[in-house]
């Protein structure tokens, strides 16, 4: 998945051009994503940013969360006691 998303950003997107509606881009959220949060959890969180890039939202400022949606620590981030 990762070079998948690397390919993107070195041949597609300099074609197309930067249109994405967020910050940090859509590719950079999903490879952030993914080495956060897993391939499963980190492609589906993917996912529905990529859904939610559209012309019907306002885009602004969205990094990957650090916290399940509850409000527990991700499992996947180790932060130093």
Not at 4 to 15: D, E, G, K, N, T
Not at 75 to 81: G, L, T, V
Request: proline share 7%; with cysteine; aromatic share 8%.
């Amino acid at each position: 998945m990762r070079a998948m998303i690397r390919a993107y950003q070195l041949l597609v997107r300099p074609v197309i051009g930067a249109n994405c509606r967020f910050t940090p881009s859509c590719s950079h959220y999903a490879r952030d994503a993914l080495a956060r949060h897993g391939a499963w959890r980190g492609g589906l969180m993917s996912l529905w940013r990529i859904m939610r890039c559209n012309p019907w939202n306002a885009g602004g400022y969205d990094p990957v969360p650090d916290t399940h949606h509850d409000g527990r620590s991700c499992c996947c981030i180790h932060k130093p006691e």
